[in-house]
T-cell receptor, first 112, second 112 residues
Framework: GPKVLQIPSHQIIDMGQMVTLNCDPVSNHLYFYWYKQILGQQMEFLVNFYNGKVMEKSKLFKDQFSVERPDGSYFTLKIQPTALEDSAVYFC??????????FGPGTRLLVL | QQKVQQSPESLTVSEGAMASLNCTFS??????FRWYRQHSAKGLEVLVS????GEKEEGRFTAHLNRANLHVSLHIREPQPSDSAVYLCAVSTGTGNYKYVFGAGTRLKVIA
C-alpha cells in the first residue's frame, strides 16, 4: 500500500534544543497529520495541515510546536525549545482527501 | 469528546482459530471507523474501514459496526503467526472526519 517515510527513526537531544522531525508523505496526498504517542499510552492527534495551513490542532500542540511543508518537500514538525515531556514517538500520516490516513513508522524522540 | 476503548488488552489465539477484538466509543455521531495494525517499529497498516452499520470484509478481516451500541469489532479469520501485532481502533471525529481518536490497542499473539 501507500508508504509514508519518516526521518530520522530515532533522535536523542538535550532539553532546550530544537528538533525537526521529517515526514515524506504519499506523493499525491493533500492532507498531512502528526500524532504523538507517549510510551504505554494511546496515540493522540496533534495537528493537521492542508493547503499550507494548519486546519486544527489539539491542546497537545504547544506554542513551541510548528509545522510546515515548504514547496512540496518534507512535511516537518519542529519543536523549539524541547522539554522532557516531549519524549514520545511521533507519527506522521497523510491522506488524499479527508479519508483513510496512511501512517509512517514513527520517529522516537528522547529528550534528556 | 470522543473516547475510544479496546478490549481485551492482549489476546492469544492458536493458528487457524478466529480472533475477535472489540472497540467501544462514546459518541455515536461518528461515521468513520478504521482498524489498523502495527508491527514493532513499523508504520500502521490499515486493515478495514467501515462507515455504516453492518459488516465490511477485507480479505480475512471483517469489521462489524453497531453505532446504537457504540461498538465496532474486528474478526480475523484463520489467523497466522504473522498476524501477531498490536491492533488499533481509530474513530474519526471533527467536522471533516479528519481527526482520529485511537484506542490503546489489543496485542494479538498467534501461536502455531
Amino acid at each position: 500500500g501507500p508508504k509514508v517515510l519518516q526521518i530520522p527513526s530515532h533522535q536523542i537531544i538535550d532539553m532546550g534544543q530544537m528538533v525537526t522531525l521529517n515526514c515524506d508523505p504519499v506523493s499525491n496526498h493533500l492532507y498531512f497529520y502528526w500524532y504523538k504517542q507517549i510510551l504505554g499510552q494511546q496515540m493522540e492527534f496533534l495537528v493537521n495541515f492542508y493547503n499550507g495551513k494548519v486546519m486544527e490542532k489539539s491542546k497537545l500542540f504547544k506554542d513551541q510546536f510548528s509545522v510546515e511543508r515548504p514547496d512540496g518537500s518534507y512535511f516537518t514538525l519542529k519543536i523549539q525549545p524541547t522539554a522532557l515531556e516531549d519524549s514520545a514517538v511521533y507519527f506522521c500520516a497523510s491522506s488524499l482527501q479527508q479519508d483513510t490516513q496512511y501512517f509512517g513508522p514513527g520517529t522516537r524522540l528522547l529528550v534528556l | 469528546q470522543q473516547k475510544v476503548q479496546q478490549s481485551p488488552e492482549s489476546l492469544t489465539v492458536s493458528e487457524g482459530a478466529m480472533a475477535s477484538l472489540n472497540c467501544t466509543f462514546s459518541d455515536g455521531t461518528s461515521n468513520n471507523f478504521r482498524w489498523y495494525r502495527q508491527h514493532s517499529a513499523k508504520g500502521l497498516e490499515v486493515l478495514v474501514s467501515i462507515f455504516s452499520d453492518g459488516e465490511k470484509e477485507e480479505g480475512r478481516f471483517t469489521a462489524h459496526l453497531n453505532r446504537a451500541n457504540l461498538h465496532v469489532s474486528l474478526h480475523i479469520r484463520e489467523p497466522q503467526p504473522s498476524d501477531s501485532a498490536v491492533y488499533l481502533c481509530a474513530v474519526s471525529t471533527g467536522t471533516g472526519n479528519y481527526k482520529y481518536v485511537f484506542g490503546a490497542g489489543t496485542r494479538l499473539k498467534v501461536i502455531a
